[in-house]
């Protein structure tokens, strides 16, 4: 900040505090007596505004529902995401039942109780049974959604494989992804930033013979259907791999590798048919054609998540999800690190 | 010992007749040692900083709103790093982390904890001051040094602190990463040392007086919840935030002397570094150690605040006080083994991920307690709504709101993917941002006449709160469909994906229901201000309250009570007891005849 715009900008606080004490100095000489305290008339009021405004957020929860549910992510595209949406769903289910009930009460009851001369509140100290109550309740409402919750956290992670997974690493550095295919022998070969000079990049172990056949791309293509296990490597600082459509995300982080496994199950081609898909990019278009932007066509994108620096907003990389015979063309026009390096 | 502690108390009245009229401006302002005008100076100090920080989020949310556009006042304020107007990204990054700092640290800790701990726990446990007026002005000065250092940071030429409030390495250690790694963080490092410092000073000295000193009949089952939250904030603090010194210490060591704790195999700015064998996630870990705990530091005294002011206000006892008490005490436990939730994506062991679910989901459960015990507090009250009543109403609706998002982020699977986007960034700003925000406010609208021996004006504190509980939701909810939408925090402009640019519009919304709610705290200032000098005078007990602090004079004495220090009869919460006259029983007043006491 400069500092003159500070001293600046204190001069003219404190220039309006003045001006404002002053206005309200004349307009209290005006309303003397008012002493500040609570009056049952101000309680009335207040209780309605409670009533009013506490039921008009509820009920702008609501309409927000109804205006941007459509926002949400669309339909998962990998195999696990299915779970992890419909343990979702249930979550919201339970949790939104309660915003329902408790808030309206909490309004109401302000509302109800406001204090009006003469009355006088009930000595209401406390009652086991109905802390037990609200204690028990929420204890089990919370052990469904522990269990199911660890339950589909164990086979995300965890997972059991009927066909061996392809590996693929992801490599992130300010503020770009790179991807490595582990090639025939689906081995990556040895790296570290050591090995980093020129066009290797990644610093892949020439010597290693698994990286021979490693090849390394600015794409990443998946084949559907066929598990993929990723390895994330990170050269500089914490990125965060997020592949919000797969319900996917993991930390790269330099100095290890980190791992996570999904199965893609719909294709690029196939998601943008998808119909909520297609009202998206039709609400997209709309307002990038009035703003003179190109038009957009639906890609499964990763995005770093994990702030990394000054372009971490725009460190992205395309994915693309195909057929097995579209990904084994594609890799096959790839060279691999025998021939680049 | 109670005995004991009145009779050293009014051992110490003489002594202060004999002094009476030596103080200055200097010791009486400035280097004071009362435990009163050490409160107002964190309150004040907390003030400034949190205008800075609010600020701040005003020009990021412009910026959001409208990315990479032109505004003159941006370029006003920010000088070189809005060119043309248009902010740096780099100043994004350093306005959303020293913004987090701020409130974190400087507003919902020292200026929650630091002034009320300060203002309340003698005044209500019955004692002349603090155990030790002088490491509890030490504390202050130290909050107060490390204020000035973080503000100071904001000048530095390559600019502040930039990596997020967590200051995760190896973004913060290298300052090749990005400029605000340079100097500004050292700086930041400095003065977050200095903060822990005058923490743990102030939270020894609370946990001490708080055993030690309290009046004759004040039994721990006796004492304000207000007391009980500070007592167990403070316990928290004194185990938590060592842990968070060694982090920064050990960050410090690998900036300064090239140590590798957190560091290992990096490539940067076109060379190896020499680091190895350190690990980023441990900082993560030895942080959120803190982090977690850190958040009931902030939220437990609010909870206390509005615990205070929603059974004065309802004239009702508290509903359930043992159950109270006993969620504060599983709430601070719970809270030292749910820290892995913010790490699930890190990489960590699956296993442990499940751990932390399990803990984490079980916090759900007193905290669930808590909400239901206000709320059948207000059931049948005879609701008085002062201003600070609406806030604590308030605090409890939000409480609410946040805490059951709180249920999907700990669940790991779930977490996976909202981790780190605008989900994450509603539901802790609902739950603890709001929340202790708006106990803050109770507690200063409710305690003001303590203070200052003047009342606030109440219309202006009406129109304060009703702009301030619209505004807040309107900027904090929307922002849980963006994070649904899988909108990452910590992004300078969104205009990088497409796939979020309909979500444009509800960013700008966003923003005027910031700049609104912005504006409106300029209500609260004022009127703060205008009533220091200018507001009614005081009644002795303006609320009608039980608790000790409105048995002694307006005026403020060193060591409270002109007289001897009141003994205690019964608890703070004989509201409206059957059988008594008025509807509210000061602690002090002995039982009558054939009343029974529940404490
Ligand atoms: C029902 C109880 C709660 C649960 C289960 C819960 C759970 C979580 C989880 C799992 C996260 C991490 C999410 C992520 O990074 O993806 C989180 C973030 C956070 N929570 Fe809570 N929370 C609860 C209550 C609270 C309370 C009471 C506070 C504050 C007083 C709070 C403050 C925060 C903060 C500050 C963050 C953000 C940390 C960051 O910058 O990453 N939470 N919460
Ligand atoms: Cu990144
Ligand atoms: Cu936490």
Redesign the interface.
Request: charged share 15%; hydrophobic share 45%.
């Given at each position: 900040?400069?500092?003159i715009?500070i001293i600046v900008?204190i001069v003219l606080v404190v220039l309006t505090?003045v001006q404002?004490?002053r206005i309200?100095?004349i307009s209290?000489e005006i309303q003397k007596g008012?002493?500040?305290?609570?009056s049952p008339k101000?309680?009335n009021t207040?209780?309605r505004?409670?009533l009013l405004?506490?039921f008009g957020?509820v009920i702008?929860?609501l309409v927000?529902y109804v205006a941007?549910g459509r926002?949400?992510?669309p339909e998962p595209s990998s195999a696990h995401g299915a779970?992890?949406d419909s343990?979702?769903n249930l979550?919201?289910l339970?949790?939104n039942i309660?915003?329902f009930i408790?808030?309206p009460?909490?309004?109401y009851?302000?509302y109800k109780?406001?204090?009006?001369k003469g009355?006088?509140?009930?000595?209401?100290?406390?009652?086991n049974r109905?802390?037990l109550f609200?204690?028990v309740v929420?204890?089990l409402a919370?052990a469904v959604?522990?269990i199911w919750?660890?339950n589909?956290?164990?086979t995300?992670?965890?997972p059991e494989n009927e066909e061996e997974p392809i590996l693929v690493e992801v490599y992130a550095?300010?503020f770009n992804w790179t991807v490595r295919y582990s090639g025939g022998d689906n081995e990556l070969g040895y790296a570290?930033?050591?090995e980093?000079a020129g066009a290797n990049i990644l610093?892949v172990d020439t010597q290693d013979p698994a990286s021979a056949d490693d090849i390394v791309a600015k794409e990443l293509h998946l084949p559907v259907g066929k598990p993929i296990q990723f390895a994330?490597r990170a050269?500089?600082?914490?990125h965060?791999a997020?592949f919000?459509?797969f319900?996917?995300?993991?930390?790269c982080?330099?100095?290890?590798v980190?791992?996570f496994q999904f199965t893609p199950i719909i294709t690029t081609a196939e998601i943008r048919q998808n119909k909520d898909v297609k009202a998206?990019v039709e609400?997209?278009n709309e307002?990038?054609t009035a703003k003179g932007e190109d038009v957009?066509e639906?890609n499964y994108?990763l995005?770093?998540?994990?702030?990394?620096?000054?372009?971490?907003?725009?460190m992205?990389m395309d994915i693309i999800v195909e057929t097995q015979d579209e990904f084994d063309a594609w890799l096959k026009e790839q060279k691999t690190v025998a021939e680049t390096l | 010992m109670s005995t004991t502690t009145t009779e050293k108390n009014n051992h110490f009245q003489d002594h202060l007749m004999e002094h009476h009229h030596e103080e200055n401006f200097f010791t009486k302002y400035i280097f004071t040692m009362d435990h009163k005008m050490i409160g107002k100076q964190f309150l004040i100090t907390g003030m400034f900083m949190g205008i800075i920080g609010v600020m701040m989020s005003m020009l990021f949310r412009l910026e959001i709103a409208y990315p990479e556009q032109s505004f003159p006042i941006l370029e006003f304020f920010l000088g070189k790093w809005a060119p043309d107007g248009i902010m740096d990204p780099n100043m994004y990054l350093a306005l959303v982390t020293i913004h987090g700092t701020i409130m974190v640290f400087f507003v919902l800790t020292a200026g929650l904890s630091g002034t009320f701990s300060n203002l309340l726990i003698p005044l209500q446990i019955g004692a002349r001051d603090m155990a030790s007026g002088f490491m509890n002005a030490l504390s202050y000065w130290f909050f107060f040094l490390s204020s000035v250092i973080m503000v100071a940071s904001l000048f530095v030429e390559a600019g502040p602190a930039a990596s997020g409030w967590t200051v995760y390495p190896p973004l913060s250690a290298l300052p090749q990463a990005m400029p605000g790694s340079g100097a500004g963080m050292t700086l930041w490092l400095i003065s977050m040392t200095l903060f822990i410092v005058g923490s743990l000073l102030g939270s020894l000295n609370y946990i001490v007086t708080v055993i030690n000193m309290r009046t004759k009949g004040m039994s721990m089952t006796r004492l304000p919840l207000t007391i009980w939250a500070f007592l167990v904030t403070a316990i928290l603090g004194v185990l938590s935030f060592p842990v968070l010194l060694s982090a920064a210490l050990l960050l410090m060591f690998d900036r300064l002397l090239g140590t590798s704790f957190y560091l290992s195999d990096i490539f940067i700015g076109g060379e190896v570094l020499s680091y190895s064998g350190g690990s980023p996630v441990l900082y993560q870990h030895l942080f959120w150690f803190l982090g977690h705990p850190e958040v009931y530091i902030i939220l437990l005294p609010a909870l206390g605040i509005s615990s205070e002011v929603i059974a004065t206000n309802s004239r009702k006892p508290i509903f359930g006080y043992r159950a109270m008490v006993g969620s504060i005490l599983a709430i601070a436990f719970l809270s030292f083994i749910v820290w892995g939730h913010h790490m699930f994506i890190t990489g960590m062991n699956p296993f442990l991920g499940s751990v932390f679910t399990f803990t984490t989901l079980l916090i759900a459960i007193p905290s669930a307690v808590k909400a239901f015990n206000y709320i059948t507090t207000l059931w049948k009250g005879n609701i008085q709504f002062t201003p600070a009543m609406l806030f604590s109403i308030a605090l409890v609706s939000t409480f609410v709101t946040g805490g059951l998002t709180g249920v999907i982020l700990g669940d790991s699977a779930l977490d996976i993917n909202v981790h780190d986007t605008y989900f994450v960034v509603a539901h802790f700003h609902i739950v603890m941002g709001l929340s202790a925000i708006y106990g803050m406010f109770a507690g200063v609208y409710h305690w003001f006449p303590k203070m200052y021996g003047r009342m606030m004006n109440k219309s202006m504190g009406y129109a304060h709160f009703w702009l301030t509980f619209i505004t807040a939701y309107g900027v904090f909810f929307p922002m849980h469909f963006l994070g649904m939408a899988g909108l990452p925090r910590r992004y300078y402009s969104n205009t990088a994906f497409p796939m979020f640019d309909n979500l444009a519009d509800i960013n700008v919304l966003i923003t005027y229901f910031a700049i609104i709610g912005g504006a409106a705290q300029l209500i609260f200032i004022f009127n703060f201000f205008y009533s220091i000098w200018r507001g009614p005078k005081a009644k002795q007990n303006p609320w009608r309250a039980n608790s000790l602090e409105w048995t002694t004079p307006v005026e403020h004495l060193h060591g409270n009570w002109p007289g001897d220090v009141p003994v205690v009869h019964r608890w703070a919460y004989d509201y409206s007891k059957p059988g008594a006259e008025e509807d509210f029983v000061p602690q002090n007043v002995p039982l009558a005849e054939g009343e029974e006491s529940g404490h």
């Open positions: 900040m400069s500092p715009s900008l505090l404002v004490m309200s100095e209290s008012e002493d500040n305290e609570v101000d309680n207040q209780g505004l409670m405004v506490g957020f702008s929860v927000m941007w926002l949400s992510l779970e992890i343990l979702w979550s919201m339970i949790i309660v915003f408790v808030q009460i909490l309004f009851f302000a109780y406001r204090g009006k009355t006088k509140a009930t000595y209401y100290e406390h009652n109905l802390e609200w204690t929420p204890a919370l959604l522990i919750g660890l589909v956290w164990s995300l992670m965890m550095q300010q570290t930033v050591h980093i610093g994330f050269q500089d600082v914490i965060s997020y919000p459509h319900r996917a995300q993991m930390n982080v330099p100095g290890s980190t791992n998206h609400e997209v307002i990038r957009w639906f994108v995005l770093c998540n994990k702030i990394c620096g000054a372009a971490h907003y725009n992205q | -």
